[in-house]
């Protein structure tokens, strides 16, 4: 169980490009980051307005000399003092991901990036290089992957609970974008346009988070085969997509089935993964995290709970609340951020044994996420096409 004892030798000096006063994902950054005293925030570009990212940055106890106008200025401010950055969060839009990543690495400086990580995997195997020759750690923050009941789900798969796994099924869906765009937001206009968002709306967005999730639970499936069927149902909003169905066949032989939306009207937003072996059933959804459901056949029904001592180590070693209290996404959030400081440490220190065993999504886990996406567009150019899957 993480209790918030100090897991390396001190606190890594982090810093935060984007994640403002208006950014929608700067706080579960902070609280994801800053829970076990493995990060202490000492700089910041929190904002595209100067002033409101220095104003912001001073309310949340950054000085206000180390708040600065953009990545750059950071990089350039924090490069020649003895206790500057080490680490950067980008939480800024998709299209500048890129260039603030290769950036910082170029710099010297770790990063942890919003998903999706790039547009292209040929940026991504060349920031993957990059990382490599620095000796740095890239990060990328899958947000309920730190779960501990997702652990438990791949325990479970891996110790053969379920026998071979036959269907994976997931969705994510909301509403908020159920009408039309006019008076929208700076979130929703960024994320419905190519040139800012990449080639997808929908499935980069939040269908990114429902196939990481399932590549943790179950590593030893690939896909081979891939079909995307995508929609704008507010036309506006087009090539882009607000709706997206995915099937999927992997390589034993199973079927796969992703539905991502933001346009399901009432919805308030949810995921739910379930995963179908020869034995037996697991379902989990964030609408019930501290809840899994195991269903075995000819047996009764069984609802496990987080944090009982009848789980499987890999579940309880995540846990945080203990069985009485639910777990949620901050405290998911506070393990990715507790994993990736633990590699950051190991490659700092060069215990290459340890980053070999050690789970954690690094970019090999976005670059996945970003090839996943281009054959998705790929087959729903070709007229919702079934397609090899590169």
Not at 59 to 73: F, L, M, N, P, T
Not at 243 to 264: F, I, K, P, Q
Not at 319 to 346: C, F, K, P, V
Request: proline share 3%.
């Amino acid at each position: 169980m993480i209790n918030g004892e100090r897991s390396i030798e001190r606190p890594l000096r982090w810093g935060m490009v984007g994640g403002g006063r208006t950014g929608q994902v700067g706080y579960k950054h902070r609280t994801g980051a800053q829970r076990d005293g493995t990060y202490r925030l000492v700089c910041g570009a929190f904002d595209l307005d100067a002033a409101r990212g220095r104003d912001f940055g001073t309310k949340i106890g950054v000085a206000a000399d180390r708040c600065y106008g953009d990545h750059k200025e950071l990089i350039a401010g924090e490069a020649g003092r003895e206790d500057g950055v080490e680490v950067v969060s980008i939480a800024t839009p998709n299209f500048t991901h890129y260039e603030i990543t290769k950036a910082c690495l170029e710099a010297g400086l770790h990063v942890i990036c919003e998903k999706p990580l790039f547009f292209t995997v040929a940026e991504c195997d060349e920031i993957a290089k990059l990382a490599e020759e620095k000796g740095l750690i890239v990060g990328v923050t899958y947000g309920f992957t730190g779960h501990p009941l997702v652990h438990q789900m791949a325990a479970m798969v891996k110790k053969g609970m379920l026998g071979e796994i036959r269907i994976v099924d997931m969705q994510y869906t909301h509403g908020f974008n159920a009408g039309d765009d006019v008076g929208a937001g700076e979130a929703v206009k960024w994320r419905t346009n190519p040139k800012t968002a990449g080639p997808t709306f929908v499935l980069g967005d939040i269908g990114t988070h429902l196939y990481y999730l399932s590549e943790v639970v179950l590593p030893h499936l690939k896909i081979e085969k891939l079909l995307c069927d995508r929609k704008a149902f507010i036309p506006t909003r087009a090539p882009l997509e607000d709706h997206a169905t995915v099937l999927m066949h992997y390589d034993n032989g199973a079927r796969g089935r992703l539905w991502v939306s933001s346009v399901n009207a009432g919805n308030m937003g949810s995921q739910r993964y379930r995963f179908v072996g020869s034995k037996a059933s697991i379902e989990w959804s964030d609408a019930h995290p501290d809840q899994l459901i195991y269903e075995v056949q000819g047996e009764p029904n069984r609802t496990l709970h987080h944090g009982m001592p009848y789980l499987e180590e890999e579940s309880l070693a995540a846990d945080r609340m203990g069985a009485l209290h639910t777990e949620g996404l901050g405290d998911s959030w506070a393990n990715i951020y507790l994993w990736i400081a633990q590699a950051i440490d190991a490659k700092r220190r060069g215990d290459e044994a340890f980053l070999r065993s050690h789970h954690y999504p690094g970019i090999e886990a976005g670059t996945e996420g970003v090839r996943w996406l281009e054959n998705c567009v790929r087959s729903a150019d070709a007229g919702a096409a079934w397609i090899d899957f590169k």
